[in-house]
């Protein structure tokens, strides 16, 4: 026990990234000292050439952009701040100063659309690096963040790209300008004085938050010392076994003010957790894909909480499914069974070890479905499953498994291209999704369950769920993977009332609607899990407000959102790993971490 606990306090040190959040390395200030430099610099920093409003930032996943960086100091910080809000490809503009130039760096660019140039007195000065931003804002967007003093504002006078340019020159005005260029941070001021006959007294332009800041605790109104029970709480969680690692997040007031990693993807201690880890969320899924596009296509009006299965799925109409409302499926009200069955019922005939046009649907390695057999095998059980307890609480998977049935005969488009598509990309979430292995490699990936008994394999990269796996790990209930950097993102958008990066991706009414309890028989919403009434419960937590609303997740997950503190706490972990065990549960891991946040909140500076 004892060298667990050193294996983990070991680990809190190596994960305390920018103030738990941000950057690969530590703040240059902390506490009130950051938050004191923040809004020196935001009184330093001015905006010019947004004429067309390209900050901040839109269209994210119509955007590849790279970052060039000469010889700033500040540019790793920087960097690391940009790739926060979406994938930016960094690159040394130093390389191109020497044998290779930076005629060689506008062709390595070529399929960049925005390229985003930081410059400082230094570089200012240097011809070249003006004629290569000169040459590229012709044909496509560029931004110049400059961190330097008013001289080198002459030097871009003939620069028509926006330029965010801050007087002040730290650490802090690198992190502010990376998160203005996205909307992370407000540009509240205009030039105080003339620097040239473009750039004169009062010009300027401003912008709005739009997006996610990082930041401090203090920047929120927390004490950062307020918050280390939860790493208490965390070191707990895994020297007592209950998960090996995880990943905490929490942004309040529209601000991640705590990003940590802890422990190991294993008990075997070989990789250390990271704050971009992608995590199998289990039954996350459920809010996180299929009730937000439910929401979607509501707002659309294609989607009507009151009509029927019958009404959507015709294969229904000769069930005892055909008269369940939407409305009913989402409450989880409809009497529908838990779950069907899965490998228990699989015949050898219907898989095999390797993929052809017989066997396309991968379940893991060296283990194929048959072609269909969702359609032949488990829509007809679930279409056959017993109705008994219609108007009751009987939380239910199938119930999700149909509405997402739903959601893809009305789109004609799979569920987990509609959501990639519509939300996940747009949004700027760069690792959610299904299917986690056609994109990353299976050590950004947590492992979750050694399974001895089914898929007789260490199931790493593919669901976890048995239902969602030989449904080819994209279903209604399972499938989906994110970092807690992704799900923030997307319920800070739910927080924000359907808005996130200027864009309204659901309705404000619609968010009201379908996240307040809309039972009479249970605490449900439409889709989403809220506060408990009965306070001995103390669910999702003892200090959780009237107003909370989220989902937990069977591998060890959470996300809950608090409107009332304007909270947004998520917890990741692979708790299921090596074997299915209740510790987490038993010693209330993710509902003490929170609490831990609301009494920081409390207790204030």
Same mark, same amino acid.
């Not at 009130?32 to 610099?41: D, I, M």
């Not at 228990?344 to 005939?349: A, G, M």
């Not at 108007?391 to 739903?406: K, L």
């Given at each position: 026990?004892?060298?667990?606990?050193?294996?983990?306090?070991?680990?809190?040190?190596?994960?305390?990234?920018?103030?738990?959040?941000?950057?690969?390395?530590?703040?240059?200030?902390?506490?009130?000292?950051?938050?004191?430099?923040?809004?020196?610099?935001?009184?330093?920093?001015?905006?010019?050439?947004?004429?067309?409003?390209?900050?901040?930032?839109?269209?994210?996943?119509?955007?590849?952009?790279?970052?060039?960086?000469?010889?700033?100091?500040?540019?790793?910080?920087?960097?690391?701040?940009?790739?926060?809000?979406?994938?930016?490809?960094?690159?040394?503009?130093?390389?191109?100063?020497?044998?290779?130039?930076?005629?060689?760096?506008?062709?390595?660019?070529?399929?960049?659309?925005?390229?985003?140039?930081?410059?400082?007195?230094?570089?200012?000065?240097?011809?070249?690096?003006?004629?290569?931003?000169?040459?590229?804002?012709?044909?496509?967007?560029?931004?110049?963040?400059?961190?330097?003093?008013?001289?080198?504002?002459?030097?871009?006078?003939?620069?028509?790209?926006?330029?965010?340019?801050?007087?002040?020159?730290?650490?802090?005005?690198?992190?502010?300008?990376?998160?203005?260029?996205?909307?992370?941070?407000?540009?509240?001021?205009?030039?105080?004085?003339?620097?040239?006959?473009?750039?004169?007294?009062?010009?300027?332009?401003?912008?709005?938050?739009?997006?996610?800041?990082?930041?401090?605790?203090?920047?929120?109104?927390?004490?950062?010392?307020?918050?280390?029970?939860?790493?208490?709480?965390?070191?707990?969680?895994?020297?007592?076994?209950?998960?090996?690692?995880?990943?905490?997040?929490?942004?309040?007031?529209?601000?991640?003010?705590?990003?940590?990693?802890?422990?190991?993807?294993?008990?075997?201690?070989?990789?250390?957790?990271?704050?971009?880890?992608?995590?199998?969320?289990?039954?996350?899924?459920?809010?996180?894909?299929?009730?937000?596009?439910?929401?979607?296509?509501?707002?659309?009006?294609?989607?009507?909480?009151?009509?029927?299965?019958?009404?959507?799925?015709?294969?229904?109409?000769?069930?005892?499914?055909?008269?369940?409302?939407?409305?009913?499926?989402?409450?989880?009200?409809?009497?529908?069974?838990?779950?069907?069955?899965?490998?228990?019922?699989?015949?050898?005939?219907?898989?095999?070890?390797?993929?052809?046009?017989?066997?396309?649907?991968?379940?893991?390695?060296?283990?194929?479905?048959?072609?269909?057999?969702?359609?032949? $095998?488990? &829509?007809?059980?679930?279409?056959? +499953? %017993? /109705?008994?307890? @219609? !108007?009751?609480?009987?939380?239910?998977?199938?119930?999700?498994?149909?509405?997402?049935?739903?959601?893809?005969?009305?789109?004609?488009?799979?569920?987990?291209?509609?959501?990639?598509?519509?939300?996940?990309?747009?949004?700027?979430?760069?690792?959610?999704?299904?299917?986690?292995?056609?994109?990353?490699?299976?050590?950004?990936?947590?492992?979750?369950?050694?399974?001895?008994?089914?898929?007789?394999?260490?199931?790493?990269?593919?669901?976890?769920?048995?239902?969602?796996?030989?449904?080819?790990?994209?279903?209604?209930?399972?499938?989906?993977?994110?970092?807690?950097?992704?799900?923030?993102?997307?319920?800070?958008?739910?927080?924000?009332?359907?808005?996130?990066?200027?864009?309204?991706?659901?309705?404000?009414?619609? $968010?009201? &609607?379908?996240?307040?309890?809309? +039972? %009479? /028989?249970?605490? @449900? !919403?439409?889709?989403?899990?809220?506060?408990?009434?009965?306070?001995?419960?103390?669910?999702?937590?003892?200090?959780?407000?009237?107003?909370?609303?989220?989902?937990?997740?069977?591998?060890?997950?959470?996300?809950?959102?608090?409107?009332?503190?304007?909270?947004?706490?998520?917890?990741?972990?692979?708790?299921?790993?090596?074997?299915?065990?209740?510790?987490?549960?038993?010693?209330?891991?993710?509902?003490?971490?929170?609490?831990?946040?609301?009494?920081?909140?409390?207790?204030?500076?």
């Amino acid at each position: 026990m004892r060298k667990n606990r050193r294996n983990v306090c070991l680990l809190l040190l190596s994960g305390f990234v920018l103030f738990n959040s941000a950057c690969a390395q530590n703040p240059p200030l902390t506490g009130k000292a950051y938050v004191k430099e923040e809004l020196s610099v935001a009184q330093a920093t001015v905006l010019l050439n947004n004429d067309k409003n390209l900050i901040p930032l839109q269209n994210l996943d119509n955007n590849k952009i790279a970052s060039i960086r000469f010889s700033g100091i500040y540019g790793a910080g920087f960097d690391s701040l940009l790739n926060k809000y979406t994938r930016v490809d960094l690159i040394n503009g130093l390389d191109y100063l020497s044998v290779k130039t930076l005629d060689n760096l506008s062709q390595d660019t070529k399929f960049y659309n925005t390229l985003i140039v930081q410059l400082s007195d230094a570089e200012v000065n240097n011809p070249q690096i003006i004629a290569f931003i000169n040459d590229n804002q012709k044909i496509k967007n560029v931004i110049v963040s400059l961190i330097g003093n008013g001289n080198s504002l002459k030097k871009l006078n003939n620069i028509s790209s926006p330029i965010v340019w801050s007087a002040r020159v730290s650490q802090v005005a690198a992190y502010f300008g990376a998160q203005a260029i996205f909307g992370g941070v407000a540009i509240t001021q205009r030039l105080t004085q003339t620097y040239t006959p473009k750039y004169i007294a009062h010009s300027g332009f401003l912008t709005a938050k739009t997006r996610l800041q990082y930041t401090v605790p203090e920047d929120a109104g927390i004490n950062a010392d307020n918050l280390k029970a939860i790493d208490d709480i965390a070191s707990e969680a895994i020297s007592s076994r209950a998960t090996p690692g995880c990943v905490v997040l929490v942004a309040k007031d529209g601000k991640v003010i705590f990003n940590k990693a802890y422990g190991y993807h294993t008990y075997e201690n070989a990789i250390p957790e990271r704050i971009t880890d992608i995590f199998d969320v289990a039954s996350m899924t459920k809010i996180s894909a299929t009730t937000m596009e439910a929401m979607q296509l509501y707002d659309a009006g294609k989607l009507n909480l009151d009509s029927t299965l019958g009404t959507y799925l015709p294969i229904t109409r000769n069930t005892n499914k055909k008269t369940l409302t939407v409305r009913e499926i989402l409450l989880h009200q409809a009497g529908l069974i838990p779950d069907i069955q899965t490998f228990e019922v699989v015949k050898p005939t219907d898989h095999s070890t390797d993929s052809s046009a017989a066997f396309p649907t991968k379940v893991n390695d060296n283990y194929y479905l048959r072609k269909n057999y969702f359609d032949d $095998v488990m &829509l007809p059980a679930a279409l056959r +499953s %017993a /109705v008994k307890t @219609r !108007g009751q609480y009987v939380y239910s998977d199938v119930s999700m498994i149909f509405m997402q049935q739903i959601a893809e005969t009305i789109t004609a488009t799979p569920l987990n291209k509609y959501v990639q598509d519509k939300l996940y990309n747009p949004l700027g979430m760069q690792t959610a999704g299904f299917l986690p292995l056609y994109r990353f490699p299976a050590d950004r990936i947590p492992p979750t369950e050694d399974d001895k008994k089914d898929r007789k394999t260490l199931i790493d990269g593919y669901v976890h769920d048995p239902t969602a796996a030989l449904m080819g790990g994209v279903a209604g209930h399972a499938g989906l993977f994110a970092s807690a950097n992704d799900i923030a993102i997307l319920y800070q958008m739910t927080l924000n009332r359907g808005t996130y990066g200027g864009v309204q991706y659901i309705k404000p009414e619609t $968010v009201d &609607l379908w996240t307040s309890k809309q +039972s %009479a /028989v249970s605490r @449900r !919403g439409l889709g989403f899990d809220r506060w408990d009434p009965i306070a001995d419960r103390h669910y999702p937590s003892k200090l959780a407000s009237d107003l909370s609303y989220g989902h937990t997740g069977f591998t060890g997950t959470c996300v809950w959102v608090d409107p009332k503190y304007n909270l947004v706490y998520v917890f990741l972990s692979n708790r299921v790993h090596p074997n299915v065990g209740n510790k987490l549960g038993s010693l209330n891991i993710r509902p003490r971490i929170q609490d831990a946040v609301y009494e920081a909140i409390q207790k204030g500076m």
